[in-house]
């Protein structure tokens, strides 16, 4: 089991510019939350996915939109790239079935806006 | 809405010692659950502990035990017999348990770095 996979892992970008950050859930998950973790903070909820639809979304502006496909992975969009955006990015799966179930996730796309 | 406020920006323990990790956190709800969440330098969050809020027993998992001060909105972490492995951001999470249809979002303290010592 390969677990939470995302990709990029690094990525630098320029202001302005629009980037998209992948994730593949844990086997099994069907659905994907995104997070935001700036320099020496927590992660922040971004949104959550399910059945390709968004179900959750947190305090972001809609420069942030996000897509899930019918294989449960998803991507993350930000567009008019601002150096505030510099962060880590985490995706994290679970799986609906149970109201017990546990969040697994990835390594993170560290994405620098210059 | 929910907060979860960590006061310990870093906490250092000598191998071997045992060290606590503080979280509060306020929220309107009866119904919720609380985690450690570990995140090493490979930034990868990683589940240490859960306890359920209906539940009076205080969760441990092997090392890891938590003080669960319902009234008092306190979940503390305890790490016994430190290891230099246990060396990492430690973070203290929220999650509602109102259910509809997909688990609520984390809410996470600003966390706790631990240094582990020889």
């Known amino acids: 089991d390969a677990g939470v996979t995302q990709s990029p892992t690094h990525l630098i970008k320029t202001r302005g510019q629009q980037v998209t950050l992948r994730c593949s859930p844990k086997?099994?998950?069907?659905?994907v939350s995104w997070y935001q973790q700036a320099l020496g903070q927590g992660p922040q909820f971004i949104f959550q996915?399910?059945?390709?639809?968004?179900?959750q979304r947190g305090n972001f502006p809609d420069r942030f939109s996000g897509h899930q496909f019918p294989n449960y992975s998803s991507e993350l969009n930000v567009n008019a790239l601002l150096l505030g955006d510099s962060a880590l990015y985490l995706c994290a799966s679970s799986w609906t079935g149970s109201r017990y179930t546990e969040a697994f996730f990835g390594q993170g796309t560290r994405l620098t806006v210059v | 809405a929910q907060t979860v406020t960590q006061s310990q920006p870093e906490m250092s323990v000598q191998e071997a010692e045992t060290v606590t990790l503080s979280c509060t956190y306020d929220t309107s709800e009866s119904d919720y659950y609380l985690f450690w969440y570990k995140q090493p330098p490979s930034r990868q969050m990683i589940l240490v502990i859960r306890?359920?809020?209906?539940?009076?027993q205080n969760a441990t998992e092997n090392r890891f035990s938590v003080n669960f001060q319902k009234a008092a909105k306190s979940f503390s972490l305890k790490i016994s017999d430190s290891q230099l492995g246990d060396a990492a951001m430690y973070f203290c999470?929220?999650?509602?348990?109102?259910?509809?249809?997909?688990?609520?979002?984390?809410?996470f303290g600003t966390g706790t770095r631990l240094q582990v010592t020889l």
């Open positions: 996915y399910y059945e390709e639809e968004e179900r």
């Open positions: 306890q359920e809020a209906y539940k009076q």
């Open positions: 999470a929220y999650r509602s348990g109102a259910y509809t249809g997909t688990a609520s979002k984390l809410t």
């Open positions: 086997s099994g998950h069907d659905t």
